[in-house]
């Protein structure tokens, strides 16, 4: 799964890397701990560009009759996410990425959990593959949630933990984010494991 993440780089760069043309932020601030319920940077494509604001961590489906739901559904499993319908909806019309420059998973060692933070050898920024929805509150107000997309882990992952978050190329971005492109069997092939020589971890205390 994917519980905890960071984001700690600044704003410009992440504009730049992701060919984002406008941004829709109140404000941003580099975080070592993002959690799930909180608001979290990410992108969408409208059709045209490249926006990048705010959703909820925890994604709420548009028939839910009460936005608690989103709390179990921080993670979307990549074997099954055109098969949920919690999820389906979403990948056919609504997917997005989410920056991240590391993120925690505990491994299990003889009754404990020790916090591993995962990075990529050669990227300072990378971006996790997820879905958002938009819900409509008992106030008429609209809440934009979303989750993050989790795959069997690789053989570098599979020493900590049996899943991780399914990170993607970036020359998968705009495929993966079009909206026009409403095949789901052409975006869950984008959703593997990436490559075990791109990562690396530090047992840490979590900041």
């Known amino acids: 799964m994917c519980g905890r993440f960071t984001l700690?780089?600044?704003?410009?760069?992440?504009?730049?890397?992701l060919d984002v043309e406008e941004i829709n932020l109140e404000d941003y601030k580099a975080?070592?701990?993002?959690?799930?319920?909180?608001n979290i940077l990410a992108v969408i494509n409208d059709g045209e560009n490249n926006r990048m604001g705010k959703l909820r961590w925890g994604l709420i489906p548009f028939w839910a009759n009460d936005k608690n739901i989103g709390y179990k559904m921080i993670n979307a499993r990549a074997e099954t996410v055109a098969e949920k319908g919690s999820f389906k909806h979403a990948l056919k019309k609504r997917r997005c990425i989410i920056p991240a420059d590391s993120f925690?998973?505990?491994?299990?060692?003889d009754g404990k959990k020790q916090p591993y933070r995962i990075y990529l050898k050669e990227q300072d920024v990378f971006e996790f593959a997820g879905l958002w929805e938009k819900w409509r509150d008992e106030n008429d107000q609209n809440i934009?949630?979303?989750?993050?997309?989790?795959?069997?882990?690789?053989d570098f992952m599979s020493e900590i933990h049996n899943r991780m978050p399914v990170i993607l190329h970036k020359k998968h971005h705009q495929q993966w984010m079009d909206p026009a492109n409403q095949d789901p069997e052409?975006?869950?092939?984008?959703?593997?494991?990436?490559?075990?020589?791109?990562?690396?971890?530090?047992?840490?205390?979590?900041?």
């Open 104 to 109: 925690y998973e505990w491994k299990k060692v």
């Open 8 to 17: 700690t780089v600044n704003l410009e760069k992440i504009q730049e890397q």
């Open 186 to 207: 052409d975006v869950v092939q984008l959703l593997q494991p990436i490559d075990s020589n791109a990562m690396t971890a530090l047992l840490t205390r979590q900041e």
């Open 144 to 154: 934009f949630s979303c989750t993050i997309i989790t795959t069997q882990a690789n």
């Open 31 to 38: 975080s070592y701990n993002i959690a799930p319920s909180q």
